[in-house]
C-alpha cells in the first residue's frame, strides 16, 4: 500500500523559530512535493523535487527551503518563521513518468505564534 | 500561467445527484484530476481523465470534459453523507520531462444533508 508519512501533525512554533517539516515516502518515487494548504486558496505549490539533491521552486517559495539528501526523503524548512506561514502543510509524491497522480500525506498543520 | 477555478460551496441532499464544475486554462494539460479531502486528512485521489477523453465512468463518479471550453465536472450519484468532503481539481503540466505538477483549484466543499 502506497505510504507517505509527515514527521507531525500538528506544531507549535514561535516567530523567527527554524522550524523543520519532514516527509518520507515508500513507493521509490521520484517526484516529491510541498504544498501549503489555505482556505478557499486551495494548494499552492512551495517547492518540488524531481531527483535527489535537485530542487525547483514553485509557485510561492519566499520564506522556504528544501532539502532532499536521499530520494525518500523531502524536508521543508522555514529558516525564520512568521505569523503569515501559519497554514496546513502537505507533502506528496509521484512517479517520475506517467501520468502524473500524486500521493499525499496526511499534513501537518503549524501554527506560528 | 495556469489557473483552475471551482465553486466554494454545495449542499446536497443525501440520495441526489452532486455536480461539482471547475474551469481551467491550460489547454496542453494531459490529465486532468478530481481528489477528495476528508476532515483533518490529506487529499485522496478519486479519479482523472486523459485530455483526449470527453467522459468517463467509475461506479457512482462520472467526469465530463468539454476541452473546448476548458471545463470538468464531477457527477456524483446517489450522493451520501460519507460524500461529505472537500473536492479538488487538477490539471497537469509537464516538468522538464520528469513528471508533472499540478495545479489545483480552490476546492468545493460539499455538505450532503440527511
Known amino acids: 500500500d502506497v505510504k507517505v508519512t509527515q514527521s507531525s501533525r500538528y506544531l507549535v512554533k514561535r516567530t523567527g523559530e527554524k522550524v523543520f517539516l519532514e516527509c518520507v515516502q515508500d513507493?521509490?518515487?521520484?517526484?516529491m512535493f510541498w504544498y501549503r494548504q489555505d482556505p478557499g486558496l486551495g494548494l499552492r505549490l512551495i517547492y518540488f523535487s524531481y531527483d535527489v539533491k535537485m530542487k525547483e521552486k514553485g509557485d510561492i517559495p519566499e520564506g522556504y527551503s528544501v532539502s532532499r539528501e536521499k530520494k525518500e526523503r523531502f524536508s521543508l524548512i522555514l529558516e525564520s518563521a512568521s505569523t503569515n506561514q501559519t497554514s496546513m502543510y502537505l507533502c506528496a509524491s509521484s512517479l517520475g513518468a506517467g501520468g502524473g497522480e500524486q500521493y499525499f500525506g496526511p499534513g501537518t498543520r503549524l501554527t506560528v505564534t | 500561467g495556469e489557473d483552475v477555478e471551482q465553486s466554494l460551496f454545495l449542499s446536497v441532499r443525501e440520495g441526489d445527484s452532486s455536480v461539482i464544475n471547475c474551469t481551467y486554462t491550460?489547454?496542453?494539460?494531459?490529465?486532468l484530476y478530481w481528489y477528495k479531502q476528508e476532515p483533518g486528512a490529506g487529499l485522496q485521489l478519486l479519479t482523472y481523465?486523459?485530455?483526449?477523453?470527453d467522459m468517463k465512468q467509475d461506479q457512482r463518479l462520472t467526469v465530463l470534459l468539454n476541452k473546448k471550453d476548458k471545463h470538468l465536472s464531477l457527477r456524483i450519484a446517489d450522493t451520501q453523507t460519507g460524500d461529505s468532503a472537500i473536492y479538488f481539481c487538477?490539471?497537469?503540466?509537464?516538468?522538464?520531462?520528469?513528471?508533472?505538477?499540478?495545479?489545483f483549484g480552490g476546492g468545493t466543499r460539499v455538505l450532503v444533508k440527511p
Open positions: 481523465i486523459f485530455s483526449n477523453m
Open positions: 513507493m521509490d518515487h521520484e517526484n
Open positions: 487538477a490539471e497537469s503540466a509537464l516538468i522538464k520531462a520528469a513528471g508533472n505538477k499540478l495545479t
Open positions: 491550460d489547454s496542453s494539460s494531459t490529465y
